[in-house]
């Protein structure tokens, strides 16, 4: 039997991935905090908001404004809110809501204020078991997805057939797929590449050159193997940090990416809020920040680019001076 797949959030990389499933013929439950959105997509095919140069047939889609009802039609449910907004969207649903149903996080951040993982958020709140639980990650992105520009998605869950089932889902002539079972790995890599995107648009608004961020990425990919061999002592688990170099790279190097535009603007000047309201959508590594600050302290375990990041985005620390003082620690 055909599975059902319920798609919640409408931001432009859930869209993204909306237009490849839907491209691939599948139908789609699709739930939007928007009613507008939802009646704009109905008599248009377009989504006035993100993407909005992409085409949908309208045939593929049923559209939901009831969370509840969108999850409920769908055997398989795919979550693309920002983290920032997790909590908010599913907290007041039942704690029994994903009961027999397989869960997929688009989602590339942690909970804030919680510091969790999706997955354990998840398994708190709705007892959510980690064989149910596939997370995809990069490196791609949604404008170059939607574009129908070859990219490469990565399925990762302890259980392999689900992620190999899952990843079946999406896998087309222009985009690759590759499944995995590292799914702290991952997340984890997600988060910090985020934060460190971010870093590289601070140093770009600062003036630095390709030299240096060339040595930035250098030693945040370094940082971020040291962090995941702390995770994984933590965890018990194996890591294989090669496998995200690629995010990282295009993450800190396309003038898609979101976060790097967001530190472009610290970096220039802009105060945090005012950063905010010139992107008008969610820049992960904003949040992530705090969230990996808050768990290295908890570690005991300096991460010293992530922590530099931190305190300019949330302690109001000197872009100019904090980078003089990176500088120092770079090899």
Known sequence: MKKRITVIGNGSWSSALVKILTDNGHTINWWMRSEKAIEKIKETGHNPHYLSIVKYNTTQLNLFHSISEAIEQGDIILLGIPSAFIVEMLDKLPNNTFEGKKIVSAVKGIIPNKNQLVNEYL??????????????????????????????????????????????????????????????????????????????????????????????????????????????????????????????????????????????????GYTVNAAKLELNMVAEGYYASKGIFEISQRLNYHLPIADAIYKILWEKASPSKTYQSIEKIFN
């Open 123 to 268: 398994a708190d709140q709705f007892n959510v078991q980690l064989n149910d639980y596939c997370c995809i990650s990069g490196p791609c992105h949604a404008e170059e997805v939607a574009a129908e520009k070859l990219s490469y998605l990565t399925f990762a869950s302890s259980n392999e057939a689900l992620a190999q089932e899952i990843a079946t889902f999406f896998d087309n002539k222009n985009l690759r797929t590759v499944v995995s079972n590292d799914i702290y790995g991952v997340q984890y890599s997600s988060v910090l590449k985020n934060i460190y995107a971010l870093g590289a648009g601070i140093a770009h608004g600062l003036d630095y050159g390709d030299n240096f961020l060339s040595v930035y990425i250098t030693n945040c990919f370094s940082e971020l193997q040291q962090f995941m061999n702390v995770i994984s002592t933590q965890m018990q688990h194996h890591y294989n940090t090669s496998a995200y170099l690629g995010d990282l790279l295009v993450t800190c190097y396309s003038l898609h990416s979101r976060n790097r535009t967001f530190g472009n603007f610290i970096g220039k």
